[in-house]
């Protein structure tokens, strides 16, 4: 039996809303009740481990006396909405993790139950990141000095969906991808860490 690929648009799969936005400087604190996600975070995660996947315990913590409304749900998808970097990430916790404030320089994205059987959320983190929809993000991003992406511009944007027998391949290839990524930036981190040390070793020798 043919599977084929359905096309649809954001707005039909998922939730899409804005983070909060601090009215104050952000004050992090390692003993806060919940975590803090900002830009900044996200890029250097993904410069650090070439991951979309983004732990929240890894994240800095806060002290938040807002309503519960602002904590990202587990799984949720974010992407930034405020400059040049448009790279999703999924945001992962377990059952023992504080909740987690996202901070309006992003968009939080669910996929609502009802097309849960039709896409997986890992699914749709990939297909944001991939070039074709990086482009149509960028294309819908407005503002002359820092660009800026709308809610209502995201869930215009239509993306494809194969079965989830598709997707789940994707996202496995993906993971494998990941994974040799990371042993590649740590073999790399590691022979720049040999070269210095010959190096060193080298100019203490000449003197």
């Given at each position: 039996m043919t599977q084929t690929t359905q096309t649809a648009l954001i707005s039909s799969i998922a939730d899409v809303r804005t983070g909060y936005t601090f009215r104050e400087?952000?004050?992090e604190n390692?003993?806060?009740n919940?975590?803090?996600l900002q830009l900044k975070d996200a890029r250097q995660i993904w410069e650090q481990t070439n991951s979309a996947t983004i732990n929240v315990d890894k994240l800095p913590r806060i002290f938040w006396d807002g309503k519960s409304k602002a904590f990202a749900e587990p799984n949720s998808i974010l992407l930034p909405s405020k400059g040049s970097y448009l790279r999703a990430s999924?945001?992962?916790s377990n059952q023992d993790s504080l909740p987690t404030v996202?901070?309006?320089q992003f968009l939080t994205l669910k996929v609502k139950d009802s097309a849960k059987q039709h896409i997986?959320?890992?699914y749709l983190c990939w297909v944001l990141n991939q070039p074709e929809t990086q482009r149509l993000l960028a294309e819908s991003s407005q503002g002359t000095k820092i660009m800026m992406l709308s809610a209502k511009a995201v869930k215009d944007v239509t993306i494809k969906i194969p079965s989830l027998e598709t997707q789940t391949k994707v996202m496995h290839l993906n993971e494998m991808?990941?994974?040799e990524q990371?042993?590649?930036n740590e073999l790399l981190i590691n022979r720049q860490k040999m070269v210095q040390g010959t190096v060193q070793q080298l100019l203490k020798e000449t003197n």
């Amino acid at each position: 039996m043919t599977q084929t690929t359905q096309t649809a648009l954001i707005s039909s799969i998922a939730d899409v809303r804005t983070g909060y936005t601090f009215r104050e400087r952000i004050s992090e604190n390692k003993h806060g009740n919940a975590h803090v996600l900002q830009l900044k975070d996200a890029r250097q995660i993904w410069e650090q481990t070439n991951s979309a996947t983004i732990n929240v315990d890894k994240l800095p913590r806060i002290f938040w006396d807002g309503k519960s409304k602002a904590f990202a749900e587990p799984n949720s998808i974010l992407l930034p909405s405020k400059g040049s970097y448009l790279r999703a990430s999924k945001l992962v916790s377990n059952q023992d993790s504080l909740p987690t404030v996202v901070s309006g320089q992003f968009l939080t994205l669910k996929v609502k139950d009802s097309a849960k059987q039709h896409i997986h959320s890992d699914y749709l983190c990939w297909v944001l990141n991939q070039p074709e929809t990086q482009r149509l993000l960028a294309e819908s991003s407005q503002g002359t000095k820092i660009m800026m992406l709308s809610a209502k511009a995201v869930k215009d944007v239509t993306i494809k969906i194969p079965s989830l027998e598709t997707q789940t391949k994707v996202m496995h290839l993906n993971e494998m991808w990941e994974k040799e990524q990371k042993l590649i930036n740590e073999l790399l981190i590691n022979r720049q860490k040999m070269v210095q040390g010959t190096v060193q070793q080298l100019l203490k020798e000449t003197n």
